[in-house]
């Protein structure tokens, strides 16, 4: 039976790994361990609860305003042990945090194969996202197998010299998440005091936007609402306390705002489902909102995931304030231009994706989904 490791630390990996955790769990011919390395603590904790995931081990590694430095050497030191233990087959890490990096690293320094979930995305720009697109293409170099959820994913390790035989079309285990989340009668507090309005969704968290660039974005976001008294904003707010003193300082005291703490992933998909229009500097959301329609304003100067850009429901603003202001009032002055960004669009994925990785995990075969798989 091959040992399948998941190491996995901060909100949006969980979000992502563990409906892979469930799948793997009822295969037979795996064993199935997950180790969390505790970079986030109550944004991670939140996520697990919801899919009933308890860890096998726990790293506990996060504190608060912690550097790249506290990150990286606390995991390196702590993840040995749980590689000598569980002695894995595979660890499979997810996308492009300081986890999945210092993971791969210490496999590598171990000899241990690495499956690198979410590979392929990138803006081949390694100041932005900062330090994410460093530590997934740092992965590449390290992975043996490479998930990619998009042909375009695939197609990029591929110009990469990557050997096109590690490289598997799967989909975003997202996708698979976002199956079962919507629903038709839901309710919450916050959507009844939005009421008849227009729901905007914000959420905002970037190491590279922390400082100037975050101000700007909150200050374009007042201002366009002073100027829009039927919207009405939720925003979820990270629990990084830099981003706190930020909204706190531009956005305290409006009252067309409601700023909240994290909310359970399931009522973040319905809000994204519901909103007018969203402002955000996530990675995860530029995947969720074009599954229902919602226009997105990327509030970074780079994205990996084009593809929702080129079907038109993503459009990319950077961090300046006046650029944030002009972009966020047309969407809302200009009916032509939110109608031609609502349409619903999903580039990445059917929802299968955690079998598929679990197929090639368990039995070595792959249920062809892209031609891309027949080169
Ligand atoms: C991290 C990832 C980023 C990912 C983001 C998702 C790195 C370098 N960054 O950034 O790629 O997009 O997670 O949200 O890996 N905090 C808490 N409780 C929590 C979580 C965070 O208090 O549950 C606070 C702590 O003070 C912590 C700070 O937030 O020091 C920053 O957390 P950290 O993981 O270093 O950075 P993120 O900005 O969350
Ligand atoms: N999300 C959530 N609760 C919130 C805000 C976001 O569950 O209060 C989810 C969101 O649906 C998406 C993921 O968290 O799946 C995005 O995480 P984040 O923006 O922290 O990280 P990124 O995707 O930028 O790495």
Request: with cysteine; hydrophobic share 35%.
């Amino acid at each position: 039976m091959k040992r399948v490791l998941l190491v996995f630390g901060t909100r949006p990996e969980a979000i992502k790994m563990c409906p892979l955790v469930n799948e793997l769990k009822t295969r037979s011919g795996l064993e199935t361990v997950v180790c969390v390395t505790g970079q986030h603590r109550q944004m991670l904790d939140q996520v697990l609860d919801t899919f009933g995931v308890a860890p096998d081990y726990d790293l506990s590694i996060m504190k608060e305003r912690q550097t790249l430095f506290d990150i990286t050497e606390a995991i390196l030191t702590r993840i040995r042990s749980v590689l000598d233990k569980v002695r894995p087959d595979v660890v499979l890490v997810h996308g492009d945090t300081s986890t999945t990096f210092v993971t791969a690293l210490a496999c590598f320094y171990m000899q241990i194969p690495v499956g690198h979930v979410e590979a392929g995305l990138r803006t081949y720009n390694i100041d932005s996202p900062y330090p994410e697109e460093f530590n997934r293409q740092a992965v590449g170099i390290i992975a043996r197998y490479h998930f990619a959820p998009t042909a375009l994913a695939a197609e990029n390790l591929r110009r990469e010299g990557k050997d096109p035989a590690s490289i598997y079309v799967t989909g975003n285990t997202v996708i698979d998440a976002m199956q079962h989340t919507v629903k038709a009668d839901y309710r919450h507090p916050e959507l009844d005091w939005v009421g008849d309005g227009k729901l905007i969704f914000i959420t905002a968290h970037r190491r590279e936007n922390l400082g100037e660039p975050m101000h700007q974005m909150f200050r374009a976001i007042r201002r366009v609402l002073a100027e829009h008294p039927d919207c009405r904003a939720v925003y979820p707010i990270h629990m990084n306390p830099a981003v706190r003193q930020a909204a706190d300082e531009e956005l305290g005291g409006c009252d067309q705002i409601h700023i909240i703490e994290p909310i359970e992933v399931f009522d973040c998909h319905n809000f994204e489902a519901r909103c007018h229009l969203c402002l955000t500097d996530s990675g995860g959301i530029q995947e969720e909102c074009p599954s229902y329609g919602r226009p997105v304003l990327v509030m970074r100067n780079t994205t990996e995931r084009p593809e929702g850009v080129e079907a038109g429901t993503l459009r990319l603003v950077g961090t300046d304030e006046e650029t944030i202001y002009r972009n966020f009032t047309e969407l809302l002055e200009d009916r032509a231009a939110y109608e031609a960004m609502s349409r619903a669009c999903n580039p990445y994925g059917d929802g299968h994706a955690c079998k598929r990785i679990a197929d090639i995990l368990e039995l070595g075969v792959y249920d062809p989904w892209s031609p891309d798989r027949k080169q």
